[in-house]
């Protein structure tokens, strides 16, 4: 029986092999793949349910959390979102070869840079099946090899997609080994993959905050780091205030399981007692839990009909830092726009975070000033997404600064190398 360390050894000379074909790919065979994999996608809607059955009923028995099995489930609509997302990359241009900068210097010569792929990368996730098809999609389409472990829970849909997208290679004539998916649950392959740096050149995690704790520690090959998603909307004052109650009910219960959607409220105290009422009477509705400082709860336990049915309760320090996943917000008021600032900055996880304004200058300090991978001015977190900013899919969402930061698409797994055009200059 093949060791784990013979397994992950294995996949990892097999996409290294693959990276140099996918290199030298062109444009129009890596398309021909994207096309391919989002019609076998939509031919095989009802095995792909079928085998996501099986992982929703084995993570439901063994006692898995709502928001949880919401991001496990592989519905007809996720499945199509995907494949549209493998339309959207194969029309993109392709950036592979691409040229940038080049500027003749003083001795003759013109030195630009060219993108190119980074060559294998590999990937570690929890739960959503639909990242199989994504991490896939962005390395057809980036040129790059990869291997994807994704988390036991969703083994038999991972395994059903990662079917599809090999034959996806192959029809188009590119090699099956550029996307490889580990076939085993066995919790020591995540270890081997992370500690391969001949085979692997940067590790991708996306789940929870244990796991990208763990990668960070103990990888020996570079890290694109996704921490937890602790986003915020501040209404400012002044504000639309129909358009605030709008944004902050769609980027709190939209969906309560995205890393995007909101977990943090905070109101500028000049529109606090116009405002909270409001939003809190659409949260209290859809069961939503608020955990309010005390001017916040002020305001709201002084409206009978939404204290009769709201679940308020006090804020303590830890509820600024948490990501809840679940229909829980926690809510201040704030001085004004430099509080919310520095309440941000303090406690967010510089993932996604919004401010609904009137004022252009608020708007302005609040994208200079807030450090997030994306800040938004009147529209919701949960548009912090690969698909919804035009990049066709995602590979994660990085709270990192360096390389690559916020959705990370096809640039985001490229490099940049120097290329120098002479005519037989010498160096005086």
């Not at 999609?137 to 991972?158: D, P, T, V």
């Not at 919310?340 to 510089?350: D, R, T």
Request: neutral net charge; glycine residues 8%; aromatic residues 4%.
């Amino acid at each position: 029986m093949q060791s784990v360390v013979e397994l992950m050894t294995s996949l990892g000379a097999k996409a290294k092999a693959a990276s140099a074909l996918m290199a030298k790919a062109n444009t129009a065979t890596k398309s021909t793949a994207l096309v391919r994999l989002a019609a076998l996608l939509r031919a095989n809607v009802q095995q792909l349910q079928a085998d996501n059955a099986k992982d929703l009923a084995r993570a439901a028995a063994a006692g898995l959390a709502g928001p949880m099995l919401d991001r496990l489930k592989l519905d007809p609509k996720t499945i199509e979102t995907v494949a549209i997302g493998c339309e959207q990359l194969a029309a993109m241009p392709d950036v592979i070869g691409e040229i940038i900068g080049m500027k003749q210097q003083p001795s003759g010569i013109r030195v630009g840079q060219m993108r190119v792929p980074i060559g294998v990368f590999g990937m570690i996730y929890e739960s959503r099946p639909n990242v199989t098809i994504e991490a896939a999609s962005l390395a057809i389409k980036s040129g790059n090899a990869c291997i994807l472990r994704g988390g036991s829970e969703a083994i038999e849909s991972n395994k059903a997609l990662a079917v599809l997208v090999q034959r996806a290679l192959v029809d188009a004539g590119l090699p099956a080994d550029a996307v490889q998916l580990v076939p085993t649950t066995d919790r020591d392959a995540v270890g081997q993959l992370i500690a391969m740096p001949q085979y692997v050149d940067v590790i991708i995690p996306r789940g929870g905050k244990g796991l990208i704790e763990r990668i960070s520690r103990d990888a020996k090959v570079p890290v694109i780091k996704h921490l937890d998603g602790n986003c915020h909307v501040y209404v400012d004052d002044p504000c639309d205030i129909a358009m605030a109650v709008t944004v902050a009910d769609n980027a709190k219960t939209q969906k309560y399981s995205p890393c995007n959607a909101s977990e943090g409220l905070l109101v500028a105290k000049g529109v606090a007692e116009a405002f909270l009422p409001k939003i809190a009477a659409i949260y209290a509705a859809k069961g939503v839990e608020m955990r309010c400082d005390d001017a916040a709860a002020q305001i709201l336990r002084a409206q009978p009909a939404i204290n009769s049915v709201a679940s308020i309760a006090p804020a303590t320090e830890q509820d600024w830092y948490e990501e809840y996943l679940a229909p829980v917000i926690s809510i201040k008021v704030v001085a004004g726009l430099d509080e919310a600032i520095e309440h941000i900055n303090k406690y967010s996880s510089h993932h996604t975070d919004a401010i609904i304004t009137r004022d252009h200058m608020h708007a302005q300090r609040f994208l200079r000033e807030v450090d997030s991978a994306s800040v938004m001015v009147n529209a919701s977190t949960r548009f912090a997404d690969g698909f919804e900013f035009g990049l066709g899919a995602e590979i994660g969402i990085s709270t990192d600064k360096f390389h690559a930061r916020g959705p990370v698409g096809i640039e985001g797994l490229t490099s940049l190398k120097y290329v120098v055009l002479g005519n037989g200059e010498v160096r005086s």
